[in-house]
């Protein structure tokens, strides 16, 4: 549960003063979050508009208000007085995300979706509230309101003020005269109003908008949009830590890695990023280089993430810039997949931006194929062969063919998933790549086990085992978890090739 912070003025006693000193720097950070809500504001506004819709939040502001300012104390029939705390604890929350939201907003960009006034004909339309008290301005740019609200009462000072409003509610006195008739209504109005902004934000960038209630009838036409929007964007089922968006922290951690790279490869002519795992926290890069290097693409991309280890977790996906200046990169899917959140954090003067696309490629039946004949099916049958070896007690031979099954098996993956077919044999790069696929994936190669633990190490040894019985030793339970951790690869592997070949047919009809 997230601690209550008093304000610098150290509570309501006989009076209660506003603080109208100096700040300390540390008032300045946001004081009711949680970590993963400072990299993620938006978590936080979904659990605002969770907990009631829009006008519940402004009658239950009022009703606050109403409080502050008579001389009688907040007294809930159902919950009592101290339910005031929860809805002071909601509403900072609030406020401090909005205030990093802000930050992030304000932060140039390479590019910027631009509000239509058709989006915001379909939005009225659809979304279950819409705020219609705001100016064509505001509803294009929600941001313009936080931004005056902060402008007039910066956060720490909100803070403050919620403090006197809280205490006021609960005392049997109206707050006292230090403070104006004129700095209740300015707090009540931008709170009221980044309300709605909130709402405009949260709705455009959820994946879960709240809409009206559909008629009965309507329901098989609202699944069979839904099927569409779901083939529209490369995820599936089981890819729970997804961060669509970078948040702010998240962007000052890509200005640092960005820096970095370009020291560690000064041939780079474009970063881009385009996917971040939560857990383990993962930022995924593709980063594009000048022709006339002389190194690998795989070569590059392993130097450019072991710089990086010292600082953050990075997987990057290296292309030379013939690849990205080809017009039929507009026919590849891994060219969609990568430039899809449109977030690049770098690029040279020799470089340009290409128009993004709209939509992505679908792959067809035949390349969903090559990649399984190429990779899949290969590291299936690698895997039999694997496991025939093991009852030969061939350990040595058991061990580099299962690892050549989990490889194989690990490329399938990713290149079915992204339509980018990775060219490095390193497992723990195609472990961290495969985070795009499946969190399955990672869980079943990363469990905290000694016998998980034993199969990881049989994976990254490099020296051969000996052959012959290995009676109830580390590497007998290291190789029995290993092969079973390669069969439920294979499985997942399986299931996903049919997967991606029905939602090829069903898009096709």
Known sequence: ????????????????????????????????????????????????????????????????????????????????????????????????????????????????????????????????????????????????????????????????????????????????????????????????????????????????????????????????????????????????????????AQKLGLKEVTKLILKIEPTVQMVCHFHTSEEPFIFFLLIIVANDQAFTNDEIAARIEQGCAHLVTIAAFVKKQKWFEKPERKSSSFYYYAFRLKDVTYQSTSVTIPEYPKYGPYMTQQEIDEIWDRTGHHGHELYFKAQQLQMDKNYTECLSTVKEAINYTLKSMIAMMTGFMPATNDHNRLLKMSLLCSVKIWGIFHKDTESSIAAMDLLNLNEPLLNGPIAQTENETGMNVLMLNAYLLNMIARDEYQERMADVNHHST
């Not at 509000?115 to 301005?137: G, V």
């Not at 230090?178 to 709605?196: A, D, L, N």
Request: glycine share 4%; net charge negative; with cysteine.
């Open 1 to 248: 549960m997230t601690n209550f912070v008093l304000p610098v003025n150290g509570g309501r006693l006989n009076e209660l003063v506003m603080y109208c000193g100096v700040y300390a720097p540390w008032d300045h950070y946001p004081k009711f979050l949680r970590q993963s809500e400072v990299r993620n504001p938006l978590i936080t506004l979904k659990g605002f508009f969770d907990a009631n819709d829009v006008e519940g939040h402004y009658e239950k502001l009022k009703r606050w208000r109403h409080y502050v300012v008579n001389d009688e104390h907040y007294d809930d029939e159902r919950f009592g007085p101290g339910n005031l705390l929860y809805d002071y604890e909601l509403n900072l929350r609030l406020l401090e995300s909005l205030y990093l939201l802000l930050l992030e907003d304000e932060e140039p960009s390479y590019s910027d979706d631009k509000i239509t006034e058709e989006q915001l004909a379909s939005e009225k339309e659809e979304w279950a509230w819409y705020p219609n008290h705001f100016t064509k301005k505001e509803l294009l740019n929600p941001y313009l309101v936080i931004k005056a609200a902060f402008n007039e009462i910066q956060p720490e000072a909100f803070r403050d003020h919620l403090w006197e409003w809280i205490n006021a509610a609960l005392s049997s006195n109206a707050i006292d005269e230090t403070t104006t008739p004129g700095e209740i209504i300015t707090v009540y109005e931008h709170i009221k109003k980044m309300y709605s902004a909130a709402w405009l934000i949260f709705q455009r960038e959820t994946a879960q908008p709240f809409l009206k209630e559909k008629p009965v009838e309507d329901n098989k036409i609202l699944c069979e949009s839904e099927d569409k929007k779901a083939l529209s964007v490369m995820a599936d089922s089981v890819r729970k830590n997804v961060s669509i968006k970078a948040t702010p």
